[in-house]
């Protein structure tokens, strides 16, 4: 089995990959205008709801509920689903689902597909499957179109094109559309997009989608959006292929009254965003004549064997702990490497590549908890990047810093080697110390002194003080 | 192999779920708000006002002039080729119109009429949302009967308002077999620098005729 998360595996060091984005003084005024703005909505329209807690409470007992008996539930939407003339799909990982979703289009002999935004698409790198296959995929969500035409890269969950501003989207419309005349105000470049998609949804046979939720009692399935893009692609085409994570089920269609007051004031700062979609299997005369969903794994079971990282399976993707980190509002996207960027990426990447890869990302965050506040399905990001960096720490073994560690923690764990230490210590500082301070150190301690200096050993330390003191000398 | 990929999946969440769940299965605890407390004429403000905060267009009339109310908008808006959905009750009509029927016609007319005229199963005033619930012959369409047009009337009488969302979904569960379509105001896009632009693909103007 081979797990894929995006090109995470090949991306370089979050610390280092966030170095050129921290001096592209557009991408960071983009990335702070438009995440100030979502914030700022958010905490009015979540202030409005005098039940957020409860509600919050309610969605974090759902999922955990869900993922105690994930097996069964799954199974559960599996009839129902099949019952209404659905057809499900199990998939280890990124290739298994994207071959599926392949073969399924060729059975229909389609060569285009259009699509809606579905993070777990990106996850398995579906798009470069498919053209591999020669099927062409269309983004119909506006954010992931100027990913898509720009060659680019999502940056954000819910905002994938949130570090482009207008006059860069036109450039790209412009080109990839053949409008030279396209003028950049967000209407003309929305128009742009809505004839140059209207034409596709009506003619395309095959559509792909992912699934916000997935309801366990009916084989239901939800998709929440803005554009009415989603509505059209669940709609129009002959074919519809979902391709949803394992965690996306809920036990329940009354469910729903918990999850869809969470997730848009959290996501947009919207009451509620302007479409929601549920439906069951297939029907005649409205909508595809097919109707198939793959249950993706790709990592999440081994997610759910640690006991303190599983709450990371509740997330609903509401972009909510993007829009508060204070990191990510510095650097963007782009520098965790990944589909998931943020608090939530920063936990999620690195568990599904089953911590071979991406272990930087744990470090990217000043545990500072704003994630946590934010999460409308309460998880705790700041615990789980800890119990993380233990993790990385515990599989690299041996380093000079953890053997340093060692020697440290045996030596502040005893009172006489702490004097012993100090006591050597303070005989072998002479040739850093001027004036009584430290001002730069020599190798791994280097980096220690770059940013502070340090105060000299003191010739006498306070417990000596304090017995010379009792002794009365 | 798929069979083989089905089992493999079920049996990895099982021997997770033994390892790694801790502590008793308690309850989901459900005390958010159920139900409002709102009286009727409050709840209606509440969601006219959120309504039109999506830009969506309000009027409000009583059930004996519902017909002459959708003929006024119709004549103040200009809408001649205008669509009726499958079971939406002749007797709200205006005389004086001509409507085609939602049996009679393709995606291309959609695509080109005026606009098109449906009930709903239920409406929500603190989201500001309608319910259309897609079964045959309800009056309220299938799914791309309001999707291509660039207007979409939707009636809303007064006994299908709710307050709250848990009381709306109370209502909806027994219908869950049939498609649903919840709307807020008309499609809307934020995705080029947070700027609210009105209709991507759906339609791009809602006219509610609130029914009292």
């Known amino acids: 089995m081979t797990v894929r998360v995006g090109d995470a595996a090949q991306a370089p060091p979050f610390q280092r990959a966030a170095l050129p984005l921290l001096e592209d003084s557009q991408l960071r005024k983009n990335v702070r205008h438009a995440t100030g703005v979502i914030q700022r909505k958010r905490a009015l329209v979540a202030g409005e709801l005098s039940d957020w807690q409860q509600l919050r409470a309610a969605a974090s007992a759902i999922k955990q509920q869900t993922l105690r008996h994930l097996d069964e539930y799954l199974l559960r939407f599996e009839a129902a689903c099949v019952a209404a003339g659905g057809q499900v799909h199990w998939a280890r990982d990124a290739d298994e689902a994207n071959a599926i979703v392949l073969a399924l289009i060729r059975s229909q002999n389609a060569s285009e597909v259009v699509k809606i935004k579905t993070m777990t698409s990106d996850e398995t790198g579906l798009n470069r499957a498919l053209e591999a296959g020669g099927v062409h995929p269309y983004e119909t969500d506006l954010a992931e179109l100027i990913v898509q035409m720009g060659e680019d890269r999502p940056s954000h969950i819910v905002v994938p094109a949130l570090h482009k501003n207008r006059s860069q989207v036109r450039e790209i419309f412009r080109e990839k559309m053949g409008l030279p005349g396209l003028g950049d105000r967000p209407e003309d470049l929305t128009a742009a997009a809505r004839s140059y998609l209207r034409e596709k949804f009506l003619r395309v046979p095959v559509a792909v989608c992912g699934a916000n939720f997935l309801l366990a009692d009916t084989g239901g399935v939800c998709i929440v959006e803005s554009e009415g893009n989603g509505r059209m692609c669940l709609t129009l085409p002959k074919t519809l292929i979902a391709i949803a994570g394992i965690e996306k089920v809920i036990p329940s269609f009354r469910d729903l009254e918990v999850f869809l007051q969470l997730l848009p004031r959290s996501a947009t700062g919207e009451r509620m965003n302007p479409y929601n979609s549920i439906w069951t299997g297939v029907r005649e005369g409205d909508g595809p004549h097919q109707f198939h969903v793959v249950l993706l794994d790709n990592g999440r079971s081994g997610i759910l064997a640690d006991a303190e990282a599983r709450q990371t399976l509740h997330c609903i993707r509401c972009g909510a702990c993007l829009n508060a980190c204070p990191v990510y509002r510095q650097t963007g996207g782009h520098a965790y490497g990944s589909t998931y960027a943020g608090p939530i990426g920063a936990i999620l990447t690195p568990q599904l590549q089953q911590m071979r890869h991406s272990q930087s990302l744990p470090y990217a965050s000043s545990l500072c908890g704003a994630c946590y506040e934010v999460c409308p399905v309460k998880i705790n990001i700041p615990e789980v990047l800890i119990h993380l960096r233990g993790r990385v720490v515990e599989q690299s073994g041996l380093s000079a810093e953890a053997i340093g560690m060692k020697a440290m923690a045996a030596v502040f764990s005893s009172a006489r080697r702490l004097e012993a230490a100090q006591r050597l210590a303070q005989r072998g500082q002479w040739p850093w110390v001027t004036d009584g301070w430290i001002r730069s150190l020599p190798g791994m301690f280097a980096g220690w002194t770059a940013v502070r200096d340090l105060r000299a050993i003191p010739r006498q330390s306070f417990r000596q003080w304090w017995r010379e003191r009792q002794h009365g000398r | ?212």
Request: charged residues 25%; hydrophobic residues 45%; proline residues 5%.
């Open chain 2, 1 to 212: 192999m798929a069979a083989e990929a089905k089992q493999q999946i079920l049996a990895r969440i099982r021997e997770a779920n033994e390892r790694a769940v801790r502590g008793k299965e308690t309850p989901v605890p459900r005390d958010y708000v159920h139900s409002g407390g709102l009286d009727a004429a409050s709840r209606e403000e509440l969601f006219i006002e959120r309504l039109r905060e999506y830009d969506a267009s309000v009027t409000v009339c009583a059930s004996a002039g519902l017909a002459s109310t959708i003929g006024v908008l119709l004549q103040d808006r200009g809408w001649k080729h205008v669509i009726m959905a499958a079971g939406f009750p002749a007797a709200a009509l205006p005389f004086g119109f001509e409507f085609r029927q939602e049996a009679e016609v393709e995606n291309s007319d959609l695509d080109a009429c005026d606009a098109v005229i449906t009930g709903c199963e239920v409406a929500i005033a603190v989201t500001g949302s309608i319910v259309l619930r897609h079964g045959v012959g309800l009056g309220q369409g299938t799914r791309r009967f309001t999707l291509l047009p660039d207007r979409h009337l939707c009636v809303v009488r007064a006994e299908q308002l709710v307050e709250t969302v848990p009381e709306a979904f109370a209502l909806l569960e027994p219908f869950t077999n049939d498609p649903l379509t919840t709307i807020s105001g008309p499609s809307a896009t934020a995705d080029i620098e947070m700027t609210r632009i009105r209709g991507v693909h759906g339609p791009r103007f809602l006219e509610v005729v609130l029914v009292r």
